[in-house]
């Protein structure tokens, strides 16, 4: 056997490195596995909870397409996000009360003619400031005065906060004389981005520079940080968001180690399990053979995806519970492979005359079925990989999977509950397929090359 | 071996390995049974109780009420075996499945009734339907490509391959489905996107019928399209390497014609290994079907199991998981005496 392998592996690799399509799949690999370290590195392991938090997503706009979409001609308000990190410090007296004043100002440029769904300040800081104001400075020179009295540190201030509600209520109030109802989210942002008219809402944003100055007033020392302000759009980075506001692009990130990782532990438990009793099923025969295929078959009877739904209520489900009982069900597609290829190796006349010269029979099986059913075993496995992930995420998709993760599938069923395919929200369903399907795409570019390879030595003619 | 003996002997495997499925199956779930039966024998109670007290020409006591209903309960828990030894429920509870007795739902219902049996019988036409009509084009239109590719081999479909095989093995049909109602039902309005018939529900039975297939288009549509490529490349090999056959050759040498040899010859000799593929590609592709139902709304028994994770309805559940157990093992079944049919060879080697 040893003899034999040696031969084999060297080759096998040279031989990959002349398949086009195989150094394509290793591309492709390599990004996914880079992907997947950035993913593990940089998201927090709280970010599922996070994801499940709707709150945690204010400062996003909410099913929003992606912002290059503007590029192809779609008017959408992009997601602009300043943040305020130079704060210069002065004392001033006001009566008798010597205050500290803390100032800092960021601008930025608008040329979306269309609104954006909201406006926030986060302001962050440690201690406790006695009050806050923000100027909001528009294109034309018109300007809003927010105050926010014992602000909270890290809270998002929104149009719909009471601090934006009155400053929008009084600005209206001195630009138009009209003080007719509390003004809406939207009439705030209408107010904050356009020129109030007679209706008060205005048809569309002034484009130009906007500028946003705050002014911290505390009595006793305050340590600003950076915060925030953040226009929030009609539109939102790479793969938009979904209705709670979250980035697809974060989730697809979040869900792909968990993917990798079904996949590949999928795909080598079942294949093999599936090869070694396929294998031994051929390679015995008769009685034997039919028994093992008999059980093969009682396995192969099992409705996957409702028995998985049952085992879902009787056990709390963890990567390792799922990816077993996934690998109880799979392997028998396997095992039906190996049995054909070792009852093709049965035939050949070296192994009947090594069986006639007496050889012992596990050495026959392994100098003659082993060294064949082994790149059968790699290849398989590479293959495997695709149904792995797939029927990982269609369970993730129908709400069964462990507690607290990220999934494509999941995210997929979010979006078919809240009918994102009825509502146009094409983003929310195309880029988590997509990843399906990529992450499949170089197994099954390795697993074909290794195939196509490994194919005329399994033939032994 | 005559073919009578033939199905007898695989009725007789068949047979035992439903049982040791459906043992697996119930040992796997003996919780969830368990629980189940106590569910549904307190539900019925608690129905036979308010019929009794509807029923008031019997005047029966409130205590004389209360000893019938835990006497109605105890015979229904005892129907399935419950405070008996291990091996005696085992016995009992198995074959009470086996003669499906999935007992009441918690929530679910069709036309009115909680019985388990009702509902799953009221969902699963559909699906029958459904997954019927999408395998029959696949198998006929799979392997009319796939014969057409192999008469043509060592062209362009080689390069093809890699595309099906993505396709086949990552492309999830029920993703698929999304797309298509995505594109080809709300932006084109060309198919209905959703349930099986069109709402209010058309007159006489041709426009019904019409109804139900237009509204099969798209969840047909999604299921080919992912399993097309994959089955039609199996058939194409197992031509190819049957085109290498002597018998062939002999055929060709006879100056039969290209479609006869085709057809008459090779067709023949590789239809039982074309048969066991499609077995194989019908049973995996059942779960994405499935799955597939929930996304165009199609009431069959995909979307049940969807509603019943939705609303917990255990006895529901179990009671798919056996039913389609014992479904896909006569369609399994079915499959291997249409093989027996097929090829004579393996009648005679069966033993």
């Known amino acids: 056997m040893t003899s034999q392998t040696k031969r084999v592996r060297p080759s096998l690799v040279k031989e990959l490195a002349k398949s086009k399509s195989a150094l394509v799949g290793v591309a492709i690999l390599l990004v996914l596995g880079g992907l997947t370290v950035y993913s593990v590195a940089a998201l927090p392991s709280s970010f599922s909870q996070r994801w499940q938090n709707g709150d945690a997503w204010v400062l996003y706009p909410v099913d929003a397409p ?21 704060w210069t410090e002065q004392t001033i007296s006001v009566g008798t009360e010597n205050l500290t004043e803390y100032y800092a100002s960021v601008s930025f440029k608008w040329s979306s003619k269309v609104f954006p769904q909201n406006i926030a300040f986060v302001p962050v800081f440690q201690g406790s400031p006695s009050a806050i104001t923000v100027t909001w400075t528009k294109p034309g020179g018109g300007s809003i005065d927010v105050s926010v009295s014992s602000p909270a540190s890290g809270a998002a201030y929104e149009a719909q906060s009471p601090s934006l509600v009155s400053a929008t209520t009084q600005y209206l109030l001195n630009q138009t004389g009209q003080y007719d109802t509390q003004p809406t989210g939207q009439q705030v942002v209408s107010a904050f981005f356009g020129q109030p008219g ?36 009609t539109s939102y980075g790479l ?38 009793f396929g294998g031994l099923s051929g390679y015995f025969g008769a009685k034997k053979d039919e028994v093992m295929q008999w059980v093969a078959l009682v396995i192969l009877a099992m409705p996957a995806l409702p028995f998985l739904v049952v085992i879902s209520f009787t056990t709390r489900l963890n990567l390792w519970v799922e990816v077993l009982l996934i690998s109880a069900l799979s392997w028998p597609f396997y095992a039906i492979i190996a049995r054909t290829v070792a009852l093709s190796v049965k035939s050949q006349t070296f192994v009947e005359a090594d069986k006639a010269m007496g050889v012992p029979s596990y050495r026959v099986f392994s100098s003659h079925f082993m ?6 075993t790699v290849a398989y496995t590479v293959l495997g990989i695709p149904g792995g992930i797939l029927l990982a995420e269609t369970l993730y998709f129908i709400g069964i999977g462990p507690a607290n993760l990220v999934t494509w599938g999941g995210i997929l ?44 030595r399994v033939s032994t003619k | ?47 036979y109780r308010q019929n009794l007290l509807k029923s ?33 429920k085992f016995a009992v509870q198995i074959y009470r499945l086996l003669t499906l007795h999935f007992g009441q739902s918690y929530v679910l219902k069709w036309n009115g009734s909680q019985n388990v049996n009702t509902i799953i019988a009221g969902y699963l036409p559909n699906t029958i339907l459904l997954f019927t009509t999408a395998t029959l084009i696949l198998i006929a239109l799979g392997t009319a490509i796939g014969l057409l590719a192999a008469k043509s081999a060592g062209s362009g479909w080689d390069r093809v391959v890699p595309i099906i095989a993505v396709i086949h093995s990552s492309l999830p049909a029920w993703w698929l489905g999304f797309l298509l109602i995505a594109g080809l039902g709300y932006d084109l309005k060309l198919f209905p996107t959703s349930g099986i018939t069109a709402v209010p529900t058309p007159k006489g039975w041709l426009a019904i019928d019409l109804g139900v297939a237009d509204h099969m288009v798209l969840p047909v549509l999604s299921i080919l399209i992912v399993g097309l490529g994959g089955f039609a490349y199996i058939v194409r090999s197992l031509v190819i390497s049957t085109m290498g056959e002597d018998f062939v050759l002999t055929a060709r040498a006879r100056g039969l014609s290209e479609s006869r040899v085709l057809f008459r010859h090779v067709l023949r000799a590789a239809s039982p290994a074309i048969t066991t593929q499609a077995i194989l590609a019908i049973t995996g592709s059942f779960g994405g079907a499935l799955v597939t139902e929930i996304v165009f709304n199609w ?28 479904i896909l093992l006569v369609g399994l079944f079915i499959g291997e005496l249409v093989y027996g049919l097929l090829d004579p060879r393996i009648r005679v080697s069966g033993d």
């Not at chain 1, 397929?433 to 697993?447: K, T, W």
């Not at chain 2, 020409?57 to 835990?70: C, D, R």
């Not at chain 2, 399935?80 to 091996?87: E, I, M, S, Y």
């Open chain 2, 1 to 47: 071996m005559g073919f009578g003996r033939f199905v007898v002997t695989k009725a007789v495997s068949y047979f035992l390995v439903l049982m040791a499925t459906v043992s697996i199956l119930y040992l796997a779930t003996y919780s969830v049974i368990q629980k189940v039966i106590t569910s549904s024998a307190e539900a019925l109670a608690i129905e």
């Open chain 1, 66 to 86: 992606p912002q290059w979409v503007t590029a192809f001609g779609y008017p959408e308000a992009p997601t602009v996000n300043v943040s305020l990190s130079h």
């Open chain 1, 198 to 233: 007679p209706n008060i809402l205005s048809s569309s944003t002034l484009k130009g520079t906007y500028q946003a100055s705050v002014q911290v007033l505390a009595s006793s020392p305050v340590k600003m940080s950076k915060s925030l302000v953040v226009v929030i759009g």
């Open chain 2, 56 to 88: 008031t020409h019997l005047s029966l006591t409130p205590a004389q009420i209360q000893t019938l209903t835990e006497d109605y309960q105890k015979s229904y828990l005892s129907q399935f075996a419950f405070n008996q030894p291990l091996p005696v």
């Open chain 1, 239 to 276: 793969m938009g968001t979904d209705n709670l506001g979250r980035p697809i692009d974060l989730g697809l990130l979040a869900g792909l180690p968990n993917a990798l990782e079904v996949g590949f532990l999928v795909a080598i438990i079942s294949v093999i399990v599936g090869i070694v």
């Open chain 2, 299 to 326: 009431p069959g028994i995909g979307l049940l199991t969807y509603m019943a994770i939705f609303d917990n309805d255990l006895p529901v559940i179990i009671g798919i998981v056996f039913v389609l157990t014992i």
């Open chain 1, 371 to 376: 060294p064949r059913l082994i790149p059968v």
């Open chain 1, 413 to 456: 069923d979010s979006a078919f509950a809240s009918e994102a395919a009825v509502f146009g929200f094409w983003w929310w369903v195309i880029f988590p397929g997509l990843m399906i399907i990529i992450s499949a795409i170089p197994f099954v570019l390795l697993g074909f090359a290794l195939e196509r390879i490994i194919a005329p």
